[in-house]
């Protein structure tokens, strides 16, 4: 039986095009992104915890995700578009990145409005829906 080479590319090569089509596996940008959005998420849960406050309303739970949705595609956005990501990405690379970005982050909008209308109040839902940026964002958490 001949010997078959042991390279990774040769092993699975839809797995060797996915990693250079992805910069080799540099996804930080991406990982920023998922972990602002899922800590909104945590937010939202710990939010039922004051009690106090007013509940946040569907519409208002609507909107702040939607809002976090634009923050966060901003990010990938901004990203995707340095030099250096092009250079290691390649355009394939970086429309494939955008792209898998785009569905993660539409499942997590949905995962936010889940959590908020069942436990946030309007205080956060209003520091959300008011961020422009990732520091916005960390804010509403403090």
């Known amino acids: 039986m001949p010997s078959q080479s042991k390279s990774p590319s040769h092993r699975n090569p839809h797995k060797a095009w996915r990693r250079q089509a992805a910069g080799g596996g540099d996804r930080r940008w991406t990982q920023r992104a998922v972990t602002l959005l899922m800590m909104a998420t945590l937010v939202f849960g710990a939010g039922g915890l004051a009690a106090c406050e007013a509940k946040a309303t569907p ?81 509403c958490y403090e």
Do not use: H
């Open 59 to 139: 519409e208002e739970c609507e909107s702040a995700c939607s809002n976090l949705k634009r923050v966060f595609l901003g990010v990938v956005e901004r990203e995707t578009a340095k030099e250096d990501a092009q250079k290691k990405m390649g355009a394939t690379g970086v429309e494939l990145a955008r792209e898998t970005a785009s569905l993660f982050v539409e499942f997590l909008t949905r995962e936010c409005t889940r959590q908020c209308n069942a436990r946030s109040t309007r205080k956060v839902t209003e520091c959300l829906r008011a961020a422009k940026s990732e520091d916005d964002i960390k804010r």
